[in-house]
């Protein structure tokens, strides 16, 4: 199905979320359409900002926004959904729209897996009504579907589009580029160096990909990596878990522009904590390239003076290799609190592989090179 036909259904004029591969079309739509950051299209930091934004939309316009999120986003939502938007409460009605990452039968990714099953549950205990949009859907089914929902939606409660992989298209093609030099996995080539056998805790997506890339190309040990390969802005706050435990230790987390605005809350936790072990990086491309480029709002921001004004000790923002080589010698000579920006371009190798070990196997190695 075509987005714009997609789009005409549920007529609303006002998006908001967090982006998905799954909904690559539907994003590449809004951003071609209305752009980013206006009163018709956000692209927030996580789906529970998604719903506050749309309640605001809701309150002033008496309107029904749109939340759109890739399906391991509901957990972010259950908290506003339940205490917020309920018809307990203020009973605001809004339409999700959620990519359905793991859906029975389609292969994917481990940390999709669990979630793929419990998608539709959590969606019936949250009363939820919802309407599963298949690649085959037609029009006639979509509009019935619609019209079914105007009545929940009236009486103040909350209805969602669950959508399968490529159940949605848009014909164009939106192209995300920055004006940085640097490709993201030269910088961690050069952090893997220097990081030796430290710790390393790397974010999801394709920061933990290429990290796996690169040490098997070096017939390195995967032992002194924990891929968080979920759990989308927590990469953080698992190393700092570590470096308390583990002072005798260098923990290194490598995370992205996305995953850090997500949950940017775990700065400030880190910064008051002010351990001398704990470095933390973090990949600036200004986009959630792992599903598709959308941009974040990290290239409208001073990340590095965030960091500095929660606390930590050592703050550099850098986007040339010479400066990278610099810093990296530099936070690995000292030892005290480090936050390290690194400004990348959008852009990956398209013969990127994915990790070949388990989750179970990576944290059991992990593990045991830590508590041998």
């Known amino acids: 199905m075509q987005v714009k036909d997609f789009i005409k259904t549920v007529q609303s004029d006002f998006y908001t979320g967090v982006p998905d591969s799954l909904l690559k079309p539907l994003c590449n739509y809004l951003m071609d359409k209305y752009g980013n950051n206006n009163d018709r299209h956000i692209i927030a930091a996580n789906e529970g900002n998604s719903v506050a934004l749309a309640t605001g939309y809701h309150l002033a316009t008496n309107k029904i926004p749109v939340v759109y999120m890739q399906n391991s986003g ?13 018809n307990k409460v203020y009973a605001i009605p809004m339409i999700f729209v959620i990519g359905w990452r793991g859906e029975p039968g389609v292969k994917d990714e481990p940390q999709h897996i669990f979630q793929s099953t419990i998608t539709l549950k ?38 969602a589009f669950v959508v399968c992989k490529n159940a949605l298209s848009f014909d164009k093609d939106v192209l995300y580029s920055n004006g940085n030099k640097m490709l993201r996995e030269d910088a961690l080539r050069r952090i893997v160096a220097v990081s030796d056998k430290d710790i ?8 933990s990909r290429e990290l796996f890339s690169i040490r098997e ?18 990469a953080s706050s698992i190393a700092l878990g570590l470096a308390m435990q583990l002072k005798d230790k ?57 960091a500095r004004a929660c606390n930590y000790r050592h703050v550099a923002s850098v986007n040339s290799y010479a400066e990278l080589d610099n810093e990296l010698s530099y936070i690995k000579a000292n030892h005290q609190l480090s936050f390290l920006e690194i400004k990348t371009s959008v852009s ?25």
């Open 348 to 372: 990956s190798r398209h013969d990127l592989g994915r990790p070949t070990i388990s989750p179970i196997d990576n944290k059991n190695n992990f593990m045991r090179s830590i508590l041998k």
């Open 200 to 207: 390393v805790v790397s974010t999801t997506g394709k920061i």
């Open 250 to 306: 260098k923990i290194w987390c490598i995370d992205g522009d996305g995953a850090l605005l997500m949950h940017m809350g775990a700065l400030a936790v880190i910064g008051a904590n002010n351990l001398q072990n704990f470095i933390h990086i973090v990949i600036n491309n200004e986009s959630h390239e792992s599903v598709g480029g959308m941009p974040t709002v990290a290239g409208l921001i001073k990340i590095s003076e965030i």
């Open 122 to 159: 959590l969606l019936d205990d949250l009363n939820i009504s919802y309407f599963i949009l298949r690649r085959e859907t037609i029009a006639d089914e979509l509009q019935a579907a619609m019209k079914n929902f105007r009545a929940d939606l009236s009486k103040g409660k909350q209805v």
């Open 217 to 234: 190309e070096n017939k390195q040990s995967h032992e002194y990596d924990f891929l968080t390969v979920g759990s989308m802005g927590h």
């Open 74 to 86: 509901e957990g972010n939502i259950v908290n506003p959904v339940a205490s917020l938007l309920s």
